[in-house]
């Protein structure tokens, strides 16, 4: 566990009063459920509908090892991994986005960037980048008033992945 995420799980473990009801390897297993995330219900059939045609690549601020365990553990049919870690900066420098353009040897206006955050899909436009923009009305948790507006800058707009597999083929 990297030091910055350990000392946020001890803060909040203080704040909460339970630091001293867990142990070292609790810890770890705690501090690691981005590892074991559930997907939406929609993604690894619609990721494996879109594959079909498409290479697929994550391009995440996650680090390799955290997008690595979420695909084996999710079933998520990547073909490539690519983590903002790479270029060693976050979305949404231009830096990360030229980057994998490179590591896949395409060009900005030959990939399509697929997101449920506008600014992410805003950036990723300004860098030359087609932008697919995919409806997450409950990401925030069902009590959250996300911004599900339309950017005229996204090339195509989704309800879920089938339905942007849907489009696309």
Known sequence: MDALHRMTLDTLLEEFGVA???????KQHLNRV?????????SVAG??????????ATLSNGNV????????HAGLPWDCVLSSELAGHYKRDPEVYHMAANLLDLKPSQILMVAAHQDDLQAAHREGMRTAFVK????????AT???SIDPCFDLVAEDFLDLARQLT
């Not at 981005?34 to 929609?42: A, C, F, Q, S, V």
């Not at 090892?65 to 084996?72: G, Q």
């Not at 997450?136 to 009590?143: I, K, S, V, W, Y």
């Open 47 to 56: 990721l494996q509908a879109l594959k079909q045609r498409f290479t697929l």
């Open 34 to 42: 981005w590892h074991r995330l559930t997907p939406w219900p929609d």
């Open 136 to 143: 997450r009305p409950l990401e925030f948790g069902p009590t």
């Open 65 to 72: 090892s955290l997008l690595v365990n979420m695909a084996r």
């Open 146 to 148: 996300p911004d599900l």
């Open 20 to 26: 001293d009801q867990l142990s070292e390897a609790d």
